[in-house]
């Protein structure tokens, strides 16, 4: 029987390659709970628990973000541009692979989620903003 963790187990084999404490780059939780990190273990691989590798992240004047998107996604999803112009930071767009979508994936300020987008405009402003 396969171990439903199986494809996680591999990727955390792949993090073991690179790093001696593979657990810093992975969150566990019970499913529908909150995502926790591991602090000094490897993990369990309990069939009770959902685990997946932490979002990569970028730094950006002392601010860690999420990684940009850097693959376009599937079309009719729907994602997060860093925006400027509005109080908000972040603008919402559905994925019809036109120009513009390619465009701001080229630009690197596109998000899976509203609160990464929000951050990155932060970070980004953050050069600029008087005390």
Same mark, same amino acid.
């Given at each position: /029987?396969?171990?439903?963790?199986?494809? %996680?187990? /591999? /990727? !955390?084999?792949?993090?073991?390659?690179?790093?001696?404490?593979?657990?810093?780059?992975?969150?566990?939780?019970?499913?529908?709970? %909150?995502?926790?990190?591991?602090?000094?273990?490897?993990?369990?691989?309990? &069939?009770?628990?959902? !685990?997946?590798?932490?979002?990569?992240?970028?730094?950006?004047?002392?601010?860690?973000?999420? &990684?940009? /998107?850097? %693959?376009?996604?599937?079309?009719?999803?729907? !994602?997060?541009?860093?925006?400027?112009?509005?109080?908000?930071?972040?603008?919402?767009?559905?994925?019809?692979?036109?120009?513009?979508?390619?465009?701001?994936?080229?630009?690197?300020?596109?998000?899976?989620?509203? &609160?990464?987008?929000?951050?990155?405009?932060?970070?980004?402003?953050?050069?600029?903003?008087?005390?």
């Amino acid at each position: /029987m396969k171990n439903k963790h199986a494809k %996680e187990i /591999m /990727m !955390y084999a792949e993090d073991w390659l690179e790093t001696n404490k593979p657990w810093e780059r992975w969150r566990f939780r019970i499913p529908g709970g %909150e995502w926790k990190d591991f602090t000094r273990s490897h993990p369990t691989w309990s &069939e009770i628990h959902e !685990y997946r590798r932490k979002p990569k992240t970028i730094t950006i004047n002392g601010f860690d973000i999420p &990684e940009p /998107m850097r %693959e376009s996604p599937i079309n009719g999803t729907i !994602y997060w541009v860093v925006d400027f112009y509005s109080d908000k930071g972040a603008e919402d767009f559905k994925w019809n692979d036109d120009a513009f979508d390619f465009k701001m994936l080229a630009k690197s300020i596109c998000h899976s989620t509203e &609160e990464a987008a929000k951050l990155h405009a932060k970070a980004l402003l953050s050069f600029t903003k008087k005390d």
